[in-house]
């Protein structure tokens, strides 16, 4: 059985992949890293082996990173939500709020400091 990697953030030409099973272990992210760089779009790959995680920049579809991870035996590409269940879009939406409010504090508190 395939070690899974969960894609934990995407957007256009960046995407970070995390692999909790293999945290801290360099040869495993060496061997992903080589393996990785061969893929058609990557402009850029950097591995943590430390904190679990991968990043790819480029033009990188996730369709495409899943064959090749599996097909080359690396890991099996997940969603986020099979890492945590109770994660969706609210989530993020709380997310978004709790630094509108935050943002909105700090503009009363420097605002008040102005005034004063």
């Known amino acids: ?33 080589s393996q990785l760089a061969a893929l058609p779009g ?8 430390l904190t679990g995680s991968i990043l790819l920049r480029g033009l990188v579809e996730p369709a495409e990173l899943r064959d090749l991870a599996r097909d080359r035996q690396l890991f099996a590409l997940q969603s986020l939500e099979a890492l945590n269940p109770r994660m969706d879009r609210r ?26």
């Not at 990557?42 to 082996?49: D, F, G, K, N, S």
């Not at 997310?95 to 503009?107: K, R």
């Open 1 to 33: 059985m395939l070690t899974s990697a969960y894609v934990v953030h995407r957007s256009p030409g960046r995407m970070r992949l995390y692999i909790p099973e293999m945290r801290g272990n360099d040869y495993f992210f060496e061997a992903v890293r």
């Open 91 to 116: 989530g993020t939406l709380l997310q978004a709020a709790v630094v509108l409010l935050a943002l909105l504090g700090f503009g009363i508190y420097r605002g008040a400091a102005l005034l004063s």
């Open 42 to 49: 990557v402009t850029e790959l950097a591995v943590r082996p």
